[in-house]
């Protein structure tokens, strides 16, 4: 096999020199390979030693650097901002973007509650109405919907069977007494209220009570208006005796309650995989990160390196052998990257939202007490 060159000491990189090319026409990317290029081997002992690398070896690794530290980087603003960011456009690139929290989600989120409470949410209400029969207790309401032709099942969520309201019965005793006041009161605007007089003869907590008593009445006395519904079949209090119309109800298809819950709109973020963040823009990023890449790409060199050597444990000259230090390098790569990965998720950490409150709120709270130390100006008049 043929010698393979080395490391030379110095490279000039190319565009497509890297395996994926993310950053391969980014000026600032470009300049600085071959600066970490030289950086690396020389940690790594050039000139003093063999390097068993090319300058490709050193591009790739650094692109693999700066790749991982902006997916480190963009999995904790994913992680601070996913809940704000379901259902957005897929299409928006996120890298620069400003995430203001929003309470969209949490409204979806409680939209179930509002289905349940008829209060709104994501599943329509529907209206319906069965005949009453003289003398028929029972109605069941899933053979009226297999007769209308719905699919599926359906849930009642409420029943107007009740008895005309307590204040159409109302009976006022002072109302004609020949008072010579119901002029006055359709001058105040109260002539079409009912009953009209009392808003001023008797106090408006008199009314409420008589209004209570007529229902409670109905409840003790009479047979009360009432329903009970098990399994979709309604049962009536009291059996109806005569044609009074129809039985009017509201309900919900059952089936719509997952359907409606479910977007398949591909354009929307659903997860936070498809969340849009890409690669970062390697001019964009401070001192900070750089710093990081290099020695990322470092540890990334030494094992690249720690591998080509281990091809051979050991290689034979005269009279003796010479060790190569593959376990070294291996080792070395390992406790440094994992080191490096560390440091950089708990730099993320305390400057996620969430650690960032609690500073300030800390910050805040250091103040009040510094400024209780300050002595407050006696005046002297």
């Keep these: 096999m043929a010698n393979i060159e080395i490391w030379p000491g ?3 990189f190319n565009i497509g020199d890297t395996p994926f090319g993310f950053y391969d026409h980014d000026q600032q990317f470009r300049e600085d390979a071959d600066k970490v290029a030289n950086f690396c081997a020389r940690r790594l002992g050039y000139p003093l030693v063999d390097v068993e690398l090319q300058d490709i070896s050193f591009y790739a690794a650094f692109e693999e650097a700066v790749t991982t530290y902006g997916n480190e980087l963009y999995a904790y603003r994913i992680r601070d901002n996913q809940l704000s960011l379901e259902g957005s456009s897929t299409e928006n690139n996120l890298n620069n973007s400003i995430i203001t929290p929003n309470f969209e989600p949490i409204v979806r989120l409680t939209e179930m509650y509002g289905v349940e409470a008829g209060t709104g949410g994501n599943v329509s209400y529907y209206s319906g109405s069965i005949p009453f029969i003289p003398h028929q207790q029972d109605y069941d309401v899933k053979q009226w919907a297999l007769d209308q032709g719905i699919t599926g099942s359906i849930e009642i969520k409420k029943v107007f069977y009740q008895p005309s309201p307590a204040i159409t019965r109302f009976f006022d005793p002072y109302l004609g007494t020949g008072t010579g006041n119901q002029n006055l009161y359709d001058g105040f605007g109260f002539g079409g209220m009912s009953p009209a007089i009392n808003f001023m003869m008797m106090p408006l907590n008199y009314d409420i009570q008589l209004i209570q008593q007529i229902e409670l009445n109905d409840q003790i006395r009479k047979s009360n208006y009432s329903f009970e519904i098990r399994n979709n079949k309604i049962k009536i209090f009291p059996i109806p005796t005569e044609d009074i119309g129809n039985l009017r109800f509201e309900y919900i298809k059952r089936d719509e309650r997952i359907n409606n819950s479910i977007s398949d709109n591909p354009n929307q973020v659903s ?45 034979p000259i005269p009279n003796s052998t010479v060790t190569l230090n593959q376990t070294d390098l291996l080792s070395a790569a390992t406790s440094e990257k994992a080191s490096l990965i560390e440091r950089l998720r708990t730099y993320f950490d305390e400057t996620s939202r969430k650690s960032l409150l609690e500073r300030r709120s800390q910050e805040s709270e250091f103040k009040q007490t510094e400024l209780k130390q300050v002595p407050y100006t006696i005046y002297v008049g």
């Design 271 to 315: 997860n936070v995989s498809n969340t849009p963040y890409t690669n970062p823009t390697y001019t964009q990023i401070n001192s900070v990160g750089r710093q990081w890449t290099f020695e990322y790409t470092l540890a990334l060199s030494k094992e690249i390196l720690g591998y080509i050597r281990g091809k051979y444990g050991s290689i």
């Design 10 to 12: 110095s490279s000039t």
